[in-house]
């Protein structure tokens, strides 16, 4: 299995790719300074306080979190063309074709299952805030 990237790393990155100060951050999170230090030193962190973040950020740190340990392609729809790939694939040998195979297939139930804990961790966060 990948190393577990760091979630408070991950915050603390995409606080500074929207160009917030911390002191933006706290006061969007209601959460002191102090506090947000705190958090992008937290390798865990509370799914409340990650749904509050995602308000903030507008990011899925979930996504983000999955995508990073298990190294996921980031995929450009619009860059990607199907014409060009099929004719690529055409003149791939067998063996290398069939292994491709596989490993589309790997990534596709790597997908699926995202897909399926993205939407669980959904239905947690809609309980928790129910309760």
């Known amino acids: ?17 929207r160009g917030l100060t911390v ?15 705190q958090i992008f030193e937290k390798d865990n962190i509370d799914t409340d306080l990650l ?4 308000k903030v950020l ?9 995508k990073e340990r298990y190294h996921l392609p980031t ?4 860059q990607y063309n199907e014409q060009e790939t099929t004719q690529h694939n055409k003149r791939l040998t067998p063996p290398v ?5 596989d ?4 990534l596709q139930e790597i997908s699926d299952n995202q897909k399926l804990l993205l939407n669980t961790m959904s239905l947690l966060i809609e309980n928790v805030k129910k309760k």
């Open 58 to 66: 507008g990011d899925d740190f979930l996504h983000t979190y999955l």
């Open 51 to 54: 749904d509050k973040i995602h």
């Open 1 to 17: 299995m990948s190393k577990k990237p760091h979630i408070g790393k991950l915050i603390q990155k995409a606080v500074k790719t």
């Open 103 to 106: 490993m589309i297939a790997r």
């Open 23 to 37: 002191t933006e951050f706290a006061d969007q999170i209601h959460y002191s300074r102090r506090n947000v230090y």
């Open 97 to 101: 074709q069939t292994q491709l195979n």
């Open 75 to 78: 995929i450009n729809k619009e």
